[in-house]
């Protein structure tokens, strides 16, 4: 093998392990907005329970007033009673006292339901609000894991960088920078190792004879027609 290219062998060992750290990077940020998305619409879905509680109780609350009047107006009727001088007026006054008798009755029978209804709401909130904390929480223990991995494998990448440097002050500048330039066009791997049958591990092309036998010489370095990589052959 070309001398050159042997001090390129550790090299690409590192780097392949830089690019897929930094692949394993690149997932975590659409993860964690995700999962912070989730947060802000699980917040929403309590406000939203909340406002439900909150309008049944204003119901409540008005039905309540209504009651309250409904029986202020009553008691004033029932006091005209004894002050109507004719039975006409008497018979038309006990109606309407009747009339809100059965008005008052049927508020009544609303406002049960309405505490019903509340009772069911405030429970059913109550459970909902905790289902969905405990949802909350676990949501944002995964982001705190996400971000710790985060920090974890950028740490690797530093360290792995700092290796690298002095891997790469071995290899002749020429080729690194050939090399290098190889390495971002396809995203981590420059160098291919060729198979004992002539193929090209990184694109699996099969390579003619001439260019295997070139590469058993090691005399120059030699590109893959397929991919682009810098080939080697190496004996298994
Ligand atoms: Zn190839």
Not at 42 to 59: P, T, V, W
């Amino acid at each position: 093998m070309l001398d050159e290219l042997k001090s390129l062998l550790p090299l690409q060992e590192i780097d392949k392990q830089i690019f897929e750290i930094k692949s394993l990077i690149d997932e975590i940020p659409p993860k964690i907005e995700n999962i912070e998305k989730l947060i802000v619409e699980k917040r929403n879905e309590i406000s939203a329970l909340s406002k439900e509680y909150e309008k049944l109780a204003l119901q409540h609350k008005e039905k309540e007033m209504e009651m309250g009047k409904c029986e202020d107006t009553l008691n004033s009727l029932q006091a005209r009673l004894y002050q109507v001088k004719t039975n006409k007026e008497y018979s038309a006054l006990q109606e309407e006292i009747e009339g809100m008798k059965l008005k008052i009755s049927s508020l009544e029978d609303e406002i049960l339901a309405l505490l019903d209804e509340l009772d069911a709401a405030r429970e059913k909130k109550e459970q909902l609000r905790m289902d969905i904390e405990r949802e909350i929480s676990d949501l944002e223990k995964s982001r705190g894991e996400l971000i710790a991995e985060q920090e974890r494998l950028e740490k690797e990448i530093g360290s792995l960088k700092e290796k690298r440097q002095d891997i790469a002050a071995a290899v002749p500048q020429d080729i690194l920078s050939i090399y290098e330039r190889i390495l971002e066009h396809r995203g981590g791997t420059a160098l291919c190792k060729v198979t004992s049958k002539g193929v090209c591990t990184g694109c699996y092309l099969s390579l003619p004879p001439q260019v295997v036998n070139e590469l058993m010489l090691g005399n120059k370095i030699i590109y893959c027609e397929g991919c682009g990589s810098i080939l080697y052959y190496a004996e298994e």
